[in-house]
């Protein structure tokens, strides 16, 4: 039997933190998100052009024999300036990238050691409390190639049944 990579003991790091209580690594901006479930997906939009979607795939890449998910977003700046990542994710990692639990790789502890927060997976997410920010770590300023979050009740609640209805292991 191997050793689970997960850490579910994890006391979280307060990051360094701006007005307001918002991580440094946090773009200000990222307040307002909708979800809605279109056919297979979980969609989330913000006004400032930002779109995360969600499926669940049957076998993952990174997890050869595994199922997951797939995490899609876009940041759109205008129609000639956009950026667009993939992260994919097993079920018990895109809990804790929306606060529904909390564990972190052992690969990771360096991320919340330098930058603070509740749980992280390298290259592909950091939390602190309800501030998530894909695929990591930025600036919290405009032009970083990285999207900023608010992974609080709402959102949580959604991903949280959105998990429940299609993964067929629950």
């Known amino acids: 039997m191997g050793v689970n990579p997960l850490d579910l003991s994890r006391v979280e790091k307060i990051p360094k933190c701006r007005g307001g ?3 440094v690594w946090w773009h200000k901006n990222a307040f307002d998100f909708s979800t809605k479930v279109v056919g297979l997906k979980l969609q989330l939009s913000s006004p400032n052009a930002i779109r995360i979607s969600i499926i669940h795939v049957d076998k993952l890449k990174a997890y050869p024999g595994m ?3 797939r995490l899609d977003y ?5 129609e000639e300036w956009f950026v667009k990542g993939r992260i994919e994710l ?13 564990v972190t790789d052992q690969k990771s502890e360096w991320l919340l050691e330098r930058y603070g927060g509740s749980s992280a997976s390298v290259g592909k997410w950091i939390r602190w409390q309800y501030f998530l920010n894909l695929p990591g770590p930025g600036t919290g300023e405009d032009g970083d190639a990285n999207v900023s979050v608010n992974a609080g009740v709402c959102v949580r609640e959604a991903v949280n049944a959105f998990i429940q209805k299609h993964d067929k292991r629950l």
């Open 90 to 102: 097993t079920t018990d990692e895109l809990r804790s990238a929306f606060g529904i639990i909390n």
């Open 21 to 23: 209580g918002i991580p």
């Open 74 to 78: 876009a940041i759109y700046r205008n």
């Open 67 to 69: 199922s997951g998910w």
